[in-house]
């Protein structure tokens, strides 16, 4: 493995990388009970997002739940994040402006890479090339893939994974990694949201339908409508409209099909999200692509409240069929199951939500896939006794 | 050093890659005089470019010119790229839609990093990043840094040698390797230019001033045209509007001087460069930023005509001054430089041009680089004779 080299050069840190210790690490002695470890968020949006970043959103709540169970966490992200763990940021701010660009992102991550050694694993969510970089440390990474493999980036995945001999992949779903069997997978951790933020609502109905995403055709903004005139329902429509494609798809297929008790509300912050979901007779999410996973799924089904989708991606996972809701493929089926909604009780919904997509789940498979890694790659494991949760 | 490692999985290959081997190395048996050479351009824009693209100019003269020497050179660039050497394409089609992004960039330079086994030394022009990914390969790299150093850039090329033990980088310009003395720099090879292609003037003269570059104020347009309403000339503005924020500087500050003469011709193409060339009593290089070289300064040089620029950057090692024509910090020192024009004597920039900016000399330097990392490498050099030229 690569070693960083003992060089003649002065050590040279990035001026703007500011290191903040949380109190609550200050005075730990016993290192033995512990992992340490490094979480390396991407550097689009602040852990946890403003508003939209669902790979934040759950890096959130992986960095407290491990620092809950007295792991010893750095959360690698923006500056402008909190958590409960120390925090090494690379910028100030979180970099949305400038989405995807190698420059930062490489910055970002290598800040990580460069800490590796006084760690026991990294938890990884930046994608391929946080996969590339994990060759320049022989501390151990597990790499969680939050997006699609399907086309150019399942491609890259399997071009790093060539080159990266002790790759440890995380799938979200099993539909998720069904789509690159071949790639090196260590565990599938479906996602958690944060439960007590999605109360359950006590009763069944709701007088509107919801749909809530990005404004893409792959969401199916279009069908949802199609299914609210379907079934003669008012719609509200939420979402960001991000970029060119996206206000030109909104502008062209969806914006004429406002009015007539169907509206679209824009973007809305998590405590609109919850009020609008506790309204709704359904959410309806007639995905048109596979997706890895669907928070918002998980979201109305923590707060009672029925999804109606389509079998696409991760949904026959999530949802599950006459229980939490209803999975159809068409639009006529689809405003059927609108009929059938106040069939499916609010509190069994909320069960399976902290069955399955709890925080304390999540957290449980990603030390569980810490210690697996970290065996593989036989190192010695800190961890003398047991983590107390 | 890290190897490929030897998995249990079939090989994968991205789909589109496409290897295209030139006819002329066929039949090539005596490979032990010749360097294995393989050149990362980046993804952005073919090799040569069709219109904007100096990394990708430069890269075409470097390989052609190395093939001509009869190295044995394969290129890794998109698929519409034109070259003697054989040609290794991850995308059928350069990416500049994508410009910057760290997908396309990874998947590219990895297909490179990938083959690197096969090669003396990896010539590589795809920045921080390709720097990043030579750690994954034992042959060499000689990394060409095309871009600033001022900035982030800087503070990312000092991560990147942190963890990159063999670093060996080439700048443009002493001024270029002057704002990271720190950096491990092998070398000094400023660019090329296709000499034949920008062929000299037999007269003085020109009737009006000529600005040719990026619609950007670092650029300088504003200040060229006070040059010509202070020397009374008529001047033409030429070059690509590229982005919202150049787009937006064009409308507000340059747009609302044009007209009385000065006029903006658009993007152009290298043939209509040379023609707008020959006519000018002067290129005004106005130039508010450390520009790291100056292919437009060396175009015109060859073509026998004067450069007015600003002492920033490059220019004190490209322009002769009172011989190619005259570096002036200031609006009046231009306009004054305006009328000495005449005092330039078109074949002696031209002589300066031939001899220190011909692909000879550019590919001549490269391959003393070569060599340099190669032996430092400790690797046996196949090259048993001398290369012919």
Known sequence: MQQVRESDLPPVRAPDVVRRRSEDLVGRKDRSERLRVAVLAPPWFAVPPRRYGGTEAVVSLLVDGLV????????????DSRTEASLVSTFAESRSDDLGLTQPELLHALTCVHDAHAFDVVSDHTGALGLALSNLTSTPFVNTVHGTLAG?????????????????????TESHRSSARDLPWTATIPNAIALDDHPCRASRGGEYLFWLGRMSADKGPVTAIEVARASGMPMLLAGKVRGAAEQAYFEEEVEPLLGGGIEYVGEIDPEERVRLLHGARALVNPLAWDEPFGLVMVEAMACGVPVIATPRGSVPEIVVDGVTGWIAASVEDMAAAVERCTEIDPRQCRAVAERHYSPERMVGDYVDAFHRVIERAGRAIPLLGRTPF
């Open 68 to 79: 809950r169970r007295r792991h010893e966490v750095t959360l690698f992200a923006s500056g």
């Open 152 to 172: 150019e980036a399942g491609t890259l995945y399997r071009r790093v994974c060539e080159v990266t001999p002790g790759a440890a992949l995380v799938s979200l």
